[in-house]
């Protein structure tokens, strides 16, 4: 499928101080210019944009971060379908960036970045930085590249709901169906979905989804893959290191998917899907269960059931946490909790290093973390109290248009981040129940935040596993292919791989 063409939005603005200043006894208010009478910052930043850029003309949540921050910003919003491509662009002339966001965290390329010298230190410029230093130890010990930080992380929840599902609620009561417990009744689900074909005319799809390119094959179905026992990326089998795909289970979780792809239940375009055009589909009304790509809390019983609720207005959407295999068991992942690390290209000159870390901790205040669920009181939303947002039709449209959160580049860190502000309280309430309920279930990565030379230096040695692996699951391949080539990569690459992370598992214990 040919990719749509997409729009890079240069946005331009001055951060200055505004917001809520009528704001009472138990509201948010902004806090000081952290850098009053100075010439503004002049800040070129890069970063991953879903969904529709803010307006430019006559923004007003523009113009108050403007005063505020006392800066300069220019931002090139980049959509994430294609956002690698364009880190590697931007790398190759990096010097026309100040900061970059690096969307996968301390992956392999990040890594490979820092040691070829591409960004600052920044170790140094991190004293005194108490919004920053909010930020939980387990996500600055997974970012740091031999102690040091050379990226500082944009917060988000450690249980992110990635993997999760979210379901069409109303399908079920209207087959008499229950929430799905186990990985069996969830395929029964999906087979009832695609039996009784809700939306008519065979258009309904049980499953939505999109390819990764790797060799999970389809993205964000975690609860699929903990519950046939697959780990999170590494585990540590009897003092022996193995990854996802040396496990038992991630042989039978290709099985279900092959099964489920023979069968119609996955979206038949899933193999060349972009997670923007899953997006769109999901709000068509015509999916009964949806892989959350974005891991947002917020997307289930909330936004987008507006949009859904256009195309039919009984629609109701729920969150289906995880499921369990035939052992009982499941999961969902435990992640560093972040979306992305700023980066200071090496290239950026020396002395506008600090006040750039600076303008992130200032960025990461709790008076900025109102502001981008809020916006201006009395412009964008009506109230702000104990977290929760009160606005009007009006104040709804100027706030998804003018989109406050995209001046705040680096959140503050909230264990409840994806918790909807603008929800009603039952919703709210729920959504809080469901970030409570992953700690009982988290699958954590023994090596989360160490790294592997032999793994840094080959970024593509998953490539030929990926390959065989969706071969097989839409019939093009065997089980055989796929069993030959994670033997070889075990042999080209596991086995060091392994070896070098148990050398520093076995340190950090110590």
Known sequence: MKMKKTLYVSLAAVMTMSLLAACGKGEEKQGANPSANKEP??????????????????????????????????????????????????????????????????????????????????TPYMKGKNNLNLIPEITWSQTK????????????????????????????????????????????????????????????????????NTYTVFDW??????????????????????????????????????????????????????????VEKWTQGIAGVKANHVGELSDAPNSPLDKIRKVDAKAEVDMLQSLKGSDGKGGIGKAAGLWGLWVVPSSTPKDKVQKLVDFLDFSASEENYAFSKVGIIGQHSTSYKDGKVERTADQVKLFQSETPATWVLDNRYDPYYYVASDA????????????????????????????????????????KVSTVALKYVIGEGSMDDVKTEIANWVKTYGEAAGKEYMEQYNAIQK
């Open 41 to 122: 910052l002049k800040i070129k930043a890069m970063l991953i944009y879903n969904g529709e850029p803010p307006v430019l003309k006559g923004n007003k949540a523009k113009e108050d971060i403007e005063k505020r921050g006392n800066v300069q910003l220019e931002l090139e919003l980049v959509p994430e379908d294609i956002y690698k491509d364009k880190i590697s662009i931007a790398m190759a002339d990096s010097s026309q960036y100040d900061l970059i966001l690096f969307d996968n965290g301390k992956d392999a390329v990040f890594t490979n970045y820092v040691k070829q010298g591409a960004f600052y230190d920044l």
């Open 424 to 463: 009603t309280d039952p919703v709210r309430a729920k959504m809080k129940e469901y970030t409570d309920s992953f700690e009982s279930i988290g699958v954590t990565n023994p090596f989360g935040g160490m790294t592997s030379p032999t793994l840094t230096k080959n970024t593509d040695h998953l490539k």
């Open 145 to 212: 590249v031999d102690n040091k930080v050379f990226g500082i992380p944009r917060p988000r929840q450690l249980y992110s709901a990635q993997g999760a599902f979210l379901y069409r609620k109303d399908w079920l009561d209207k087959y008499n169906l229950k929430k799905p417990q186990t990985l069996d009744e969830f395929t029964q689900v999906l087979k009832t979905f695609k039996e009784k074909d809700p939306v008519g005319g065979g258009k309904t799809i049980p499953l939505l989804t999109y390819a990764t």
């Open 221 to 278: 179905l975690g609860s699929v893959q903990y519950a046939f026992g697959m780990p999170n990326a590494w585990t540590i089998d009897n003092g022996v290191p193995k990854f996802a795909i040396q496990s038992e289970g991630y042989l039978k979780y290709l099985e279900w998917l092959k099964n489920a792809w023979a069968s119609g239940l996955i979206e038949k375009n899933a193999t060349v899907l972009k997670s923007q055009q899953a």
